[in-house]
């Protein structure tokens, strides 16, 4: 088997959990006998969850349309928290023994509310973390919500979660976002030829598979990307943006990659967003996970989070400026408020900085993709165009 | 009306009498106090003052005391909605990117902002002999708002609400103070949890409670003046007198028919939630509270055709006021309560401690209508219907507003559960092109319809 087989067969293994993360938690949980617990975006701290011994498996949008959910959230609410309410009046959400959030999204919490009235043998457990970072206070009020969840995981799992406990499940989780930026600097770098979907396999992946089960196979996986064929360097490289809590249709990153284009960074959710930030190693766990909550919002600012100090727009156009991205595309899931309202700010940016791009609205059923292709076309030849500019002059 | 037909039993016909709607007349003083409010606001930079844009909790009793002038941003918004002149602020905020199916008030006031702006912009550069942008007539009205000097944001209940003010302290090109005040939702994650109790209650209450106080040591040092505690003392004095006065007169309207209706509280919305605290707001609740105990004595209905009870839940939908009222009056159904008049907007006054105001004042942001657990939601839906002798309960689907729809078809079921009717409104707090009228009318028309069969068969 030379290295790309071995390569298609991890990614495989890889993508057989993504696309099916209630099989792969229902034969965990068969294997280990242990209970696994859905976890929502987008700040939730994996790790305690982990160091209770149960699997933690991020909810994640079901392709399904939505039949029976209907009668619980209407149809104004995004495609993510819709699906989460119809896999639960579907049945899908059995192999799930609670449910855990910290995300003071208005619509998730309509949806967890809901969800709490269709399975209500199924604990749905909120430890709202405080949204705004600024004060001086808040730290303080988020290590209080970290400390609730340590103490109600334990509790429901019988755990002790000791702070060695803690601490080893965050070294794991650390390990994991680090091989998985390592891939994303390799991509970046154009060293390695990965798409879209292929990408998106991995993060998503990781949100669902025991993390050392994960860490194996890109233990596995890494040294052979470092070996393989490098990205065309003809294509148009693009940075992919926004999209909270769920992750985009890969076919619509097949057909942005099909229009000639190569994806070299993103700030996607189910992307680099996820796993920009490691939790401090060192010292009392707990303070490590509340700092890991401010750190994010630093590294990849997200616009569910207020801080006055903090600019999404200025690392927008950062990362773009280091990938050597010719354009953005912003994604945006229909009906998602705080990305409608920061918008604006990102574009006014992209204008000042003169880097061209598209915003795409996503929906959970309907996917108009040959529409969609014109308009990426479109923002090719103003890319394409631009490139010619000084030639033409 | 259509007429029910059922084989074997005798055609039920429904007279319908449509008789005129008797609007309380007290509630027109409250009508001259806002507006009057608005006009002072208008010229607070020719004053001198010091003006504050906020959203959310009722803060205005310590932005009183501060002695600075306040803004309440969805108050303006739903102002701009009711005078039917919302359009160029909504049109200013498309044109600045925001899409349309966000929060309508954040558009409205987003726009507004921009348009203030503008204005503000238009004055210094006519002062520096500049061109002078144009601004049409029709915008006047959006564009009027004072600049602020700082930012508050107290938003419970809606994440929106905190990230919209955050895009506004950018709009203002993040040059201006800025304090947020943080909620938890009233989930319910112990045993003990529930309306007015238990241990997540208390504790919710002493963190909110702590941020007022650290707002206020914010207000003093932006301001430069000590804060007035007896200024608040004096103001919460009068807000508890004026509310415990509104929840009376709301308790008179068991009776049947009632007395007054939902659209009679509507009214009343904005002097309780944001007008000062001062004899004033006494006198003008005193009176509508006469003015009901005297239909009470004297047999006036609020519909003198009244013949089913209905209840609203959600927010208000400013642009179609009036036009829901005759709507629902047409069809001699009396909307008697709902969570937005009734369940909001300092409705537990019992809470509120004269000497110490700020843990009452807390518990009372709290308690904004959409910061509560759906359980709890139901439980007070299901109060009210008790309470007030409910046949049927409008839902108003709110298109743009999250926060006022959570729950609802939950709420809903409960509700089903205990025999009392329901139907779905589709409409918007600020933006009347979500609106589908004669969805509307078919389906209060089924339901009135079905109200009348279950009388009959049960």
Known sequence: ????????????????????????????????????????????????????????????????????????????????????????????????????????????????????????????????????????????????????????????????????????????????????????????????????????????????????????????????LETGLPAPANLVKLHLSGHFCHAPRPELLDMIEDCGTVIVDDDLFTGFRFIATDVPADGDPIAALTRWYFDRNTHVPCSTRSQMT????????????????????????KFCEPHMLYYPELRKELMRSEIPHLLIETEHEGLALEMLRTRVEALLETIRLRKLQPVLA | MSLIKQNAQPKLVIPQTGAPANRLVSTRSGGKMVKDYWDRLFSARERGATVVWYNGAALNPIFQAAGIEWCHGEAFGA?????????????????????????SYARTTLGCAVLTQKEAAKYVNA??????????SQEVLASKLPPPDLFVNAYAGCSTGQQWDEISYRLFNKELPFFKVSYPLLWGNKADAGYLRGEEWMEASRYVAAQIHKLIEFLEFHTGRPFDW???????????????????????????????????????????????????????????????????????????????????????????????????????????????????????????????????MAQHYLLCPFNHSTKTLGELLLRDCETYGIDGVVFHATRTCRSASNGQMVMAKMAQAR????????????????????ILMSRLEAMLETIDVRRRNF
Not at chain 1, 193 to 207: D, F, N, P, W, Y
Not at chain 2, 79 to 103: K, S, V
Not at chain 2, 419 to 438: N, R
């Open chain 1, 1 to 224: 088997m030379n290295g790309a087989d071995k390569i298609n067969l991890i990614l495989g293994e890889l993508a057989g959990v993504a696309s099916d993360p209630h099989g792969y938690a229902a034969a965990w949980k068969q294997e280990t006998g242990r209970k696994v617990i859905g976890v929502f975006p987008m700040n939730f701290p994996s790790e305690l969850v982990h160091a209770a011994g149960a699997l933690p498996l991020v909810v994640q949008e079901d392709e399904a349309p939505i039949t029976l959910g209907r009668s619980l959230l209407y149809e104004f609410y995004c495609g993510y928290t819709r699906s989460i309410v119809d896999q639960a009046a579907t049945r899908k959400f059995d192999v799930y023994d609670a449910f855990y959030l910290v995300d003071h999204c208005v619509a998730l919490l309509g949806a967890a509310d809901a969800l709490r009235f269709e399975i209500p043998d199924k604990p749905v457990f909120l430890a709202q973390y405080t949204a705004s970072m600024d004060e001086a206070w808040t730290p303080a009020e988020i290590r209080k919500r970290v400390e609730d969840l340590r103490g109600a995981l334990a509790e429901y799992c019988d755990a002790a979660l000791s702070d060695d406990e803690i601490a080893a499940s965050i070294a794991a989780y650390n390990r994991n976002r680090d091989m998985l930026r390592q891939i994303y600097a390799l991509r970046r770098s154009g060293k390695i030829a990965l798409t879209g979907r292929q990408m998106q396999i991995l993060v998503k992946s990781s949100m669902i598979m025991e993390v050392g089960a994960h860490n194996e196979r890109l233990d596995a996986l890494l040294p052979l």
């Open chain 1, 310 to 333: 903090v600019d999404w727009e200025e690392y927008l156009a950062r990362s773009v400026h280091a990938s050597g991205a010719e354009g953005v595309i912003i994604l945006l899931a």
């Open chain 2, 79 to 103: 102002r701009l909605a009711a005078m039917h002149l919302e359009g160029p602020a909504q049109r200013m905020g498309e044109e600045y990117g925001y899409n349309q199916e966000l929060c």
């Open chain 2, 127 to 136: 002062g520096d002999g500049a061109d002078v942008p144009d601004i049409p």
């Open chain 2, 230 to 360: 007896d200024a608040l003392r004096e103001s919460m004095h009068y807000i508890k007198k004026a509310a415990q006065l509104r929840l009376d007169a709301l308790a008179l309207c068991k009776a049947t028919p009632t007395p007054a209706v939902f659209w009679d509280w509507v009214a009343s919305i904005a002097p309780i939630n944001f007008l000062p605290g001062n004899q004033d707001l006494v006198d003008y609740f005193a009176g509508v509270k006469a003015e009901i105990e005297q239909r009470v004595i004297d047999g006036v209905a609020a519909l003198p055709g009244e013949r089913y009870r209905l209840a609203f839940d959600g927010i208000m939908n400013w642009n179609k006021v009036g036009w829901l009222a005759n709507q629902f009056a047409d069809h001699d159904a009396a909307v008697i309560c709902g969570r937005y008049t009734h369940s909001s907007f300092w409705n537990e006054p019992h809470l509120i401690d004269e000497d110490d105001p700020i843990l009452g």
């Open chain 2, 419 to 438: 025999g009392i009717q329901t139907m779905v409104l589709e409409g918007d707090v600020a933006d009347a092109s979500f609106y589908k009228d004669e």
